[in-house]
């Protein structure tokens, strides 16, 4: 059985203010930090072999601690951020084989970004709550298939998650690697929709916390015998 972890980011600097973050690129607060360490300290017995994360920096940072806080998860390799070589944002600086012996591979990709708040970015929940109506704000926040504004809905970032989850992530765990996914709230209510069967009427009431890992095993035909969350 290969184990799937899957791990909400630590508060960012935006939680702790309560903005609409979406890919605004802010970093972990302090707290976030330590909920990061504290979800190394949970999944410390469980050796990685790969990890995938997004391309904003509190889901990496969250990805990096979870990795180096202590030697048990990595088994002594280090971790090395790996970057698509037909990413046009990427400078093709990092020309390195790798090896897998000493060092262990992370994956950004945007299909593991959260989910884009559009017009709402940067702005604060509650006051945008009295502003357009409490029902109003909670629709663009937890309906499945309704967009804010200028934004995308969790259909939409499901239609670009699990793609990549099917096709990245999936192919690992059938392989029996044991794969970390540190990311956002949206990108993985997306992958647990898939493994949990969830309806669209069920996912929007997925709560997910900072910071606390949940474990799946998985078999060699990608079905999840068990589902364990690491409180």
């Given at each position: 059985m290969a184990k799937l972890i899957l791990v909400r980011h630590g508060q960012s600097t935006w939680n702790a203010a309560n903005k609409f973050t979406g890919w605004v690129d802010v970093p972990l607060s302090r707290l976030g930090r330590e909920e990061a360490r504290k979800a190394a300290e949970k999944?410390?017995?469980y050796a990685v072999d790969v990890c995938f994360t997004s391309l904003l920096v509190r889901a990496i940072e969250t990805a990096v601690i979870c990795l180096t806080e202590y030697e048990e998860v990595c088994q002594g390799r280090s971790p090395v951020l790996k970057h698509e070589a037909d990413d046009p944002h990427w400078h093709g600086w990092d020309?390195?084989?790798?090896?897998?012996s000493i060092e262990l591979p992370v994956f950004t990709s945007m299909a593991l970004d959260e989910r884009y708040y559009g017009d709402l970015?940067?702005?604060?929940?509650?006051?945008?709550?009295e502003k357009y109506g409490k029902d109003r704000v909670h629709e663009w926040r937890r309906s499945f298939?309704?967009?804010?504004?200028?934004?995308?809905?969790?259909?939409?970032?499901?239609?670009?998650?699990?793609p990549f989850f099917d096709s990245r992530i999936m192919t690992h765990l059938q392989h029996g690697d044991n794969v970390l996914v540190a990311a956002h709230g949206n990108s993985l209510r997306s992958i647990i929709m898939r493994l949990d069967q969830l309806s669209p009427e069920e996912v929007p009431g997925l709560?997910?916390?900072?910071?606390?890992?949940?474990?799946?095993?998985?078999?060699?035909?990608?079905?999840?015998?068990?589902k364990t969350v690491l409180h």
């Open positions: 999944i410390r017995e020309k390195y084989e790798g090896d897998e970015q940067g702005l604060n929940k509650a006051k945008t709550a298939s309704v967009r804010p504004p200028g934004g995308e809905s969790l259909e939409d970032t499901v239609a670009r998650t699990l709560e997910l916390a900072t910071g606390i890992p949940v474990l799946y095993d998985v078999d060699a035909e990608g079905n999840v015998s068990n």
